[in-house]
């Protein structure tokens, strides 16, 4: 099972989101999303990081993408973004049965809910908008063609994840999983930071999610 220790740093205490980005760049823990669970219906991969911090209060990521044939349709939250050019976040509290899941495209449009199972979830409706988010995108041209290059940056308030105003993240272990994936994309993908050995995609699989070690 892979482990991530991630470091307890004040991230908060920088006023604007480019020195936020740019501490946590430096000082957060970074994994890479480099499972290619499904090879031979899905080989494509392309290079995907995550670099992980928290503060006690909130949980930062901040993907960075590169060399995608980026789709981006979903515009507003709650939309399908998994269709779209997406990265995920896939976490569980320990001793919980449930699990959330946060899943925002390429533009920064985001989709939330707590599951007991895949089917069976409810919608984080009023917490989403806590959920600051923070993209960048770069066109370029590969070999003839357009590709991007892009970023996100999230934060994720403790509440938002199951834990009560009086906890701290701090001490914690979550279990979870980092994902890259986009459905309807140019060439579809399935990406994961912790392996997944099941016969077709499937993210909400909380048995393969790795430990998260907060500081």
């Known amino acids: 099972m892979k482990r991530l220790q991630v470091p307890n740093q ?12 740019k501490m946590l760049h430096e000082e957060g823990v970074e994994a890479a999303i480099d499972q290619v669970n499904w090879k031979s219906d899905f080989p494509k991969s392309l290079p995907v990081t995550v670099r ?26 709650f939309g399908s973004v998994w269709e779209d050019s997406c990265v995920e976040f896939f976490m569980q509290r320990e001793g919980e049965k449930i699990y959330r899941n946060f899943e925002c495209n390429v533009l920064g449009v985001l989709l939330a809910a707590q599951h007991e199972t895949r089917e069976k979830a409810v919608q984080l409706t009023r917490e989403v908008q806590s959920v600051f988010r923070h993209s ?24 938002v994840m199951g834990f009560a105003e009086h906890e701290s993240l701090a001490g914690q272990k979550i279990r979870a999983n980092f994902y890259k994936c986009g459905d309807k994309t140019p060439e579809p993908h399935f990406l994961s930071w ?16 790795g430990i998260l070690e907060l500081e």
């Open 10 to 21: 004040h991230i908060s205490q920088w006023e604007t989101v480019f020195d936020r980005i």
């Open 52 to 77: 992980v911090a928290h503060d006690g209060e909130r949980l930062y990521l901040y993907y960075i993408v590169t060399g995608e044939a980026i789709r981006a349709e979903n515009r507003k939250d």
């Open 194 to 209: 912790s392996s997944i050995d099941l016969p077709s995609p499937n993210f909400h699989v909380p048995r393969f999610f």
């Open 136 to 159: 960048t995108i770069c066109h370029r041209y590969e070999e003839g063609r357009q590709v991007s290059d892009w970023t996100m940056y999230l934060e994720i308030p403790k509440e």
